[in-house]
């Protein structure tokens, strides 16, 4: 049971470039989320999506866009990246509102 | 909006001694959840504890216990015979939809 997968680990963008950070579940969560982590700021939620079709944004949605079009996969797409996306991201899934979190690795983005 | 406040960047404890770590949180809602997680070197998430807000009694797990105030809305996390493998950094965070973090602790363990 593989449970939250992200990829990459590691990523450098140059300013202005785009990329997609992959997330996967295979535990049939409905609910998924991105968070970033930034020193001294926590966790902010970026977007998150209550099922498939079903997106919503989080308290730092700017500059990121995302799309469910499966249960398993929550994509988010890097536009146009800024310095000030440099920061580590984590994907979440889970199955109930009151059920704990499953995290992935993190993906660590610097933007050059 | 909810919000979730740690006023403490940073604790420290002795082995075997016991600490605990402050959680406020800001909802207008009465039904809801809360947790405790941890997050080691690794940057692994791992949850710790969790409350749901409907239940008066607080939450135990092993030597992880919490004090949970609703009205005064604090969540505080206590640490019991305190071991070198707790430090960490804690994140407190809040659920109604979508999960909140506060800003975390980070928990020295000195032997």
């Known amino acids: 049971n593989a449970g939250v997968t992200q990829t990459p680990k590691f990523q450098v963008l140059k300013t202005g470039q785009s990329m997609t950070l992959q997330c996967a579940q295979d535990m049939n969560h409905e609910y998924m989320s991105w968070y970033r982590q930034d020193p001294g700021m926590g966790l902010r939620l970026i977007h998150y999506?209550?099922?498939?079709?079903?997106?919503d944004q989080g308290e730092v949605p700017n500059g990121y866009n995302v799309s469910r079009s499966t249960t398993e996969d929550f994509p988010l797409r890097l536009l146009s990246a800024a310095p000030s996306q440099t920061s580590v991201y984590f994907c979440?899934?889970?199955?109930?509102?009151?059920?704990?979190?499953?995290f992935g690795n993190g993906t660590r983005l610097t933007v050059t | 909006a909810q919000t979730v406040t740690q006023s403490q960047p940073e604790m420290s404890v002795q082995e075997a001694e016991t600490v605990t770590l402050s959680c406020t949180y800001d909802?207008?809602?009465?039904?809801?959840?809360l947790f405790w997680y941890k997050q080691p070197p690794s940057r692994q998430m791992i949850l710790v504890i969790r409350q749901e807000a409907y239940k008066q009694q607080n939450a135990t797990e092993n030597r992880f216990s919490v004090n949970f105030q609703k009205a005064a809305k604090s969540f505080s996390l206590k640490i019991s015979d305190s071991q070198l493998g707790d430090a960490a950094m804690y994140f407190c965070?809040?659920?109604?939809?979508?999960?909140?973090f506060g800003t975390g602790t980070r928990l020295q363990v000195f032997p």
């Open positions: 965070a809040y659920r109604r939809y979508s999960l909140i």
């Open positions: 909802t207008s809602e009465s039904d809801y959840y």
């Open positions: 999506s209550v099922g498939a079709g079903i997106t």
């Open positions: 979440a899934s889970t199955g109930r509102v009151n059920s704990p979190l499953h």
